[in-house]
């Protein structure tokens, strides 16, 4: 669990990443203690939607190719993630839910969860 990032299980059992609205009404993800655009400290953390759609994409190098996305979130959000989904499969305004991912374990065996972005389907 990354905490402060994201919540495998929010209000509706889905995963939501989690950011910060400042009383300015600007929002940032990872939440942050002091808005960017006012240096105000009124802020709360909120549950993103848990879908939004791919504003722009890229593949990352590596052993296997991933793709990362800006999603963009009917909250006013923008944030960055890995997609699970192969490259040709991806497009721009692709409806995608957040979802919660193992990463490792642990040293106790805790599971360690991070999220990324899959593609959602057409029943949600
Ligand atoms: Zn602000």
């Known amino acids: 669990m990354v905490e402060g990032i994201f919540t495998p299980a929010g209000a509706d059992g889905r995963a939501h990443l989690l950011c910060s609205r400042c009383a300015c009404g600007a929002v940032a993800f990872p939440a942050r203690q002091r808005c960017a655009a006012c240096s105000g400290t009124d802020l709360a953390v909120e ?3 848990t879908e939004g759609k791919i504003y722009s ?5 590596g ?3 991933r793709v ?3 999603v963009q979130f009917a909250n006013g959000l923008m944030a960055q993630g890995h997609v699970s989904a192969e490259p040709g499969d991806v497009r721009i305004d692709q ?3 957040t979802m919660a991912v193992q990463v490792d374990y642990a040293d106790d065996g805790t599971p360690l969860l991070s999220y990324a972005f899959e593609p959602a389907g057409e029943a949600g």
Not at 57 to 61: E, G, V
């Open 68 to 70: 990362v996305a800006q």
């Open 47 to 49: 549950e993103v939607p």
């Open 57 to 61: 994409w890229t593949t990352s190098p």
């Open 95 to 97: 409806r995608v839910r």
């Open 63 to 65: 052993r296997t190719v």
